[in-house]
Every structure is written in C-alpha cells, then in structure tokens.
C-alpha cells in the first residue's frame, strides 16, 4: 500500500499561500483539509448542509458513491467562513455552494483544473506539487486513526461500507502523529480564519 497523504510541509505551504488563491479555492480546500470529504462532494455541497447545534458544528454531505447524506462535525471556524462566503454571494438553501456559470454544482475537472494551476502558480514545493483531493482523505484518516480513533470509527466518517477500504486509507506509517500538525489544526485554523474573515468583510 503506498503511502498517498499529503506531506506536512505541502498542506502547510498551501495553507500560508492560500489567500493568494481565489476566494472559491481557498473555501474548496479547506473543506478538503479539514473534513477529509471527496472532492466531488465540496462541489455538490448546499446552503443547506451546514448546522450549529449546541456548540457543535455540522455537515451534511450527498455522498454520490453510496447514494445518502451524512452529517460530519467540522470545525467551527470553517462554518463561519462558509457564512461569510453564503451570505457575500447571496446562496439559498437549495443552491450549490460553489458554482459553475449557470448556477449549477462546480464540476470536480474545474476544481482540480484550478488548483493544480494555482499551486503551480505560487510554486508550492517549489512547484512541483501535483494536487489530489483524494489524498486529504488519507490524510485525515491517517490523523484520526493515529489519534487513537478507532477503524470502526474512522470507516464511519468516511462513509466506507468495508474495512477492508478504510484500512486502505489509513497509511500504517510508524508515525507518532506530529503533534505540531494537531496543534496547528486546532490553533492555526481559528487565526487564519481570522485573517481570512477580516480580508473577507474588507475586499
């Protein structure tokens, strides 16, 4: 099994370069970096999907291959940039939160178009990082597994039917998950949604 997770310093660089990156991209991917979601779910997400309940922050995501929602925690931060953004571009409900010309769902061949593109652009390792949605989803299940998560658990949030495909994602590298990368989630994600929001409100 090779390992598919997006090294550290990479996520780190594009998250330090990503208010370069146009303002649907940098929403895009930080559903990716933090929910684990496939790509083709960020482009059918809906003004619906998001809930706060009891201090809690949610997603409810079509999952195309299983044909059903699930509703996933995110962090808070995330949801109140995605209020921001629902609110700038006046997006319902029932819309897509991120839209191709006619209104309809972002096709996934754009999106992975646009970020290659702009990853390229700003040089992120040195410009020789190749996108994949994909392999957030190793990432995250990686995180959480070595977190002490169960597989059980972790196959649950991914929306896998088997273990046997949640056991492919979770990378078995020795690793003691860097705590730097935790803490970062946790104290990185508020600051730069900070940033993000302050740029938002003003641009």
């Not at 991209?25 to 979601?37: A, N």
């Amino acid at each position: 099994h090779n390992d598919r997770s997006v090294p550290e310093g990479v996520y780190t660089e594009i998250l330090s370069k990503l208010a370069e990156f146009p303002e649907h991209l940098r929403l895009m991917f930080l559903h990716l970096w933090c929910t684990g979601i496939r790509g083709s779910e960020v482009c059918t997400l809906t003004g619906d999907g998001y809930e706060e309940k009891d201090g809690d922050y949610w997603l409810k995501v079509y999952q195309v291959k299983m044909k059903t929602y699930k509703r996933i925690p995110i962090p808070e931060a995330l949801y109140k940039l995605v209020q921001v953004y629902k609110k700038k571009y006046q997006i319902g409900p029932e819309e897509y939160l991120f839209q191709n010309q006619t209104g309809g769902a972002f096709r996934y061949g754009t999106f992975r178009y646009q970020m290659l593109k702009y990853c390229e652009k700003y040089q992120i390792a040195d410009g020789e990082y190749l996108f994949k949605s994909h392999d957030y989803r190793h990432n995250l299940a990686t995180l959480y597994y070595d977190s002490g998560i169960s597989l059980q658990a972790v196959r649950d949030y991914l929306g896998h039917e088997y273990e046997e495909m949640t056991r492919q994602y979770v990378d078995y590298m020795p690793k003691k998950l860097e705590k730097a990368s935790e803490a970062y989630f946790q104290e990185e994600t508020h600051s730069f949604a900070a940033e993000l929001m302050k740029g938002e409100f003003h641009g």
